[in-house]
Structure formats: C-alpha cells, structure tokens
C-alpha cells in the first residue's frame, strides 16, 4: 500500500470513542467539573462492572483474592452519603453470579436482616458470598455490630452452604477486610 503521505498511515475508518477527562479543556464552573468528573467515574465503573462480570469474556471473573473485589466496590461505595449493605454471590468456582444491594441505610447504619440474605442465596442458587457496606463516616474500622451481624450471616448461610468468603467495609478510599483481619 502506498502512502502519499505520512500521516495517511494513521487513518482510521471509524471513529474512535474519545473521552474528555477533568482539568483538560476548559470547565467554567466547579459544578460543570463535578459533572465531568462524576461521567468519567460512571464510565469506569461501567468497564470495572464489564469485567467484574465477565461480560469481556467467555465465563464469569473469578474472585481469588480480596482485592479483585475491593476496587470495585471502593468506587461503587466510596462517596455515598449512606450506608448500603450489598452481597456479591458466586458459584461454586468463585465466580460473580450477581453483585446486588440489599439494605440501604442512614448516615450511620443499615437495618440487615439474614432472612433476606438468605432467601436471596437461595434465589441465586450461589455457593459462596462476599459481603459489603460502607461506612459514610470515612473510618473503615468495623463496630461491634459489625461483627455481630457477621456472625448472625455466616451462621445464618452455614445452613445452607454458602460460604462467607469476605465481609469488606469500604470508607472513602480505604477498606477493611474481615478475611484479610482473621475474622472470618
């Protein structure tokens, strides 16, 4: 092929998907800023989710370690003004069958009721199950309740074989891993 110049080498015959990125161009207003930096971070979370899935692949992604996870939930929980409690369920091979939100809360707490988890379990016919929430306050440090309601869960799903593989509490941009803290 030949080339009559040097940039024909780079044509492309479909458009590429640009994305505009905060503090490039001009924003007039913080609240535009905002705005642009919240699209940046709703694309991320829509390729993060893709993967987190699987949807990139032939079968789903497989949770082997704590962190997989923890990126994906620091950015879908990190700036929420409540709590939310959310499980993600999974096969047998660890694989993400569903991530779902079940509780939302208040600024300090979220009612969590183990016969919803359950029923959910069951309704998803998962094996094994990370457990999630936030905690507004930017302190990651789990309460007593915390552990409690752990507990209640793991002893709650025992019964019917699903395995609590994590329970992690997001905080901003920190977390803390209930697997990772040997209390679970």
């Not at 024909?8 to 994305?19: I, L, N, R, T, W």
């Not at 593989?165 to 997001?170: K, S, Y």
Request: charged share 25%.
């Amino acid at each position: 092929m030949k080339h009559t110049n040097q940039l024909d080498m780079f044509a492309v015959s479909e458009a590429a998907k640009v994305y505009s990125f905060p503090g490039k161009g001009t924003v007039e207003t913080a609240e535009q800023r905002k705005e642009s930096e919240d699209a940046v971070i709703s694309e991320a979370l829509n390729i993060i989710e893709a993967r987190f899935y699987g949807q990139l692949e032939s079968e789903g992604a497989k949770i082997t370690a704590p962190w997989i996870a923890v990126d994906y939930l620091t950015l879908k929980y990190a700036e929420l003004p409540y709590e939310v409690f959310s499980v993600t369920w999974l096969n047998s091979q660890h694989q993400v069958i569903k991530h779902e939100e079940l509780f939302r809360g208040t600024v300090d707490k979220a009612a969590v009721y183990p016969r919803e988890v359950v029923r959910s379990a069951i309704e998803t016919n998962a094996s094994a199950v990370l457990l999630c929430h936030n905690h507004p306050s930017g302190s990651p440090q789990e309460s007593d309740a915390d552990r409690q309601i752990t507990k209640k869960l793991q002893e709650a799903l025992d019964v019917i074989d699903v395995k609590v593989i994590d329970h992690i509490i997001v905080a901003g941009t920190e977390h803390v891993s209930f697997a990772e803290r040997g209390l679970i």
